[in-house]
């Protein structure tokens, strides 16, 4: 991970012809800092902000193979489902693998999320848009979830049934607040993440430009995506203590970037809008201040409803 740190400044260009090996150091911090939610949370116990980090560089690694590689990347996402294979099989030879082998091992980690997210970024190579929500959810399933479940797994929480749903539910919402975010970045890879269905239910606005039309279309989706965050305060209550808020912190991550989308009255265009570091740290203090206050009750948990 001190590789990582000392090379946050290379740039995206250099990193692209080089070998995926290779990539993983350039590349991953360099995305790290556009995140709704810092890594590793001073929320997580020390003990476990190591393994949580090792697993956040692999799904990074993985879609900067899916977006950024300028080789061959259906072959380089084949390559590292080989690394996956070794990591729980053997040993791996990439430092992103060997990196996160021993997390694997002592939380004894399905291999399925891993995989998942591989299969995600061989669709983003075939599949340029969804038609319908449901086929969005879809994907997000492969692209998104993964990742709360193998937090779920370093919790030794994965058995919960429960909890993996609403893990999903904020996974997914997390991953609609990106999409909303990052509708021009998307546009210039040939990809669009704003179901067809509801674009021409708002007149079929351009994507490339600002509009009425569009900003219906994006409150729209953030309204979905709010509601699928609200199964953070599921995961707070049903946790508990220091870690539940450390999860439940995701949320409202994803919560306080809808908030700047909103304030930038769904300016997309002029620049990315995301909270500042200032905005997560005062989310962070109010996560500690709220799980002091409430009881240790759990709430019922809320019928989730997805396909709709």
């Known amino acids: 991970m001190d590789d990582v740190r000392r090379l946050d400044g290379a740039r995206g260009a250099e990193a692209a012809a080089l070998p995926p090996p290779?990539?993983?150091?350039?590349?991953?911090?360099a995305r790290a800092a556009g995140e709704n939610f810092?890594?590793?949370s001073i929320l997580f116990p020390r003990a476990l902000r190591a393994h949580v980090r090792a697993l956040y560089c692999y799904a990074r690694f993985v879609d900067e193979l899916g977006d950024a590689y300028?080789?061959?990347r259906l072959a380089a996402l084949d390559e590292l489902e080989a690394q996956v294979g070794l990591t729980f099989d053997g040993e791996p030879t990439w430092p992103v693998m060997r990196n996160v082998q021993p997390?694997?091992?002592e939380f004894d980690l399905p291999r399925e999320p891993f995989l998942r997210l591989i299969e995600c970024n061989r669709l983003d190579q075939r599949i340029s848009e969804?038609?319908?929500w449901d086929e969005l959810l879809w994907y997000c399933d492969h692209s998104a979830d993964p990742c709360g479940r193998l937090v779920l797994g370093v919790l030794r929480l994965l058995d919960d049934e429960d909890?993996?749903?609403?893990?999903d539910d904020v996974c997914t919402g997390l991953q609609l607040v990106n999409f909303l975010q990052d509708v021009p970045r998307d546009l210039e890879l040939g990809r669009i993440y704003l179901p067809a269905d509801?674009?021409?239910?708002?007149?079929?606005?351009a994507l490339d430009r600002p509009s009425d039309e569009l900003r219906a279309l994006l409150r729209f989706e953030a309204e979905r995506a709010a509601g699928l965050l609200r199964s953070g305060e599921v995961l707070r209550a049903r946790i508990g203590g220091r870690l539940g808020r450390a999860v439940g912190l995701f949320a409202r991550g994803g919560l306080a970037a809808l908030d700047v989308l909103e304030s930038a009255n769904w300016d997309i265009f002029s620049r990315r809008p995301k909270p500042s570091r200032a905005r997560l740290a005062r989310e962070a203090a109010l996560e500690l201040l709220v799980g002091r206050k409430l009881s240790a009750s759990a709430p019922a948990l809320p019928v989730r409803e997805r396909h709709t």
Not at 22 to 29: K, N, Y
Not at 198 to 205: E, V
């Open 38 to 40: 810092p890594v590793g």
């Open 163 to 167: 909890l993996v749903a609403a893990s």
């Open 103 to 105: 997390t694997v091992r």
């Open 198 to 205: 509801d674009r021409r239910a708002f007149g079929d606005p």
């Open 22 to 29: 290779e990539l993983e150091h350039l590349q991953v911090a």
């Open 130 to 132: 969804y038609e319908t």
């Open 70 to 72: 300028d080789g061959d």
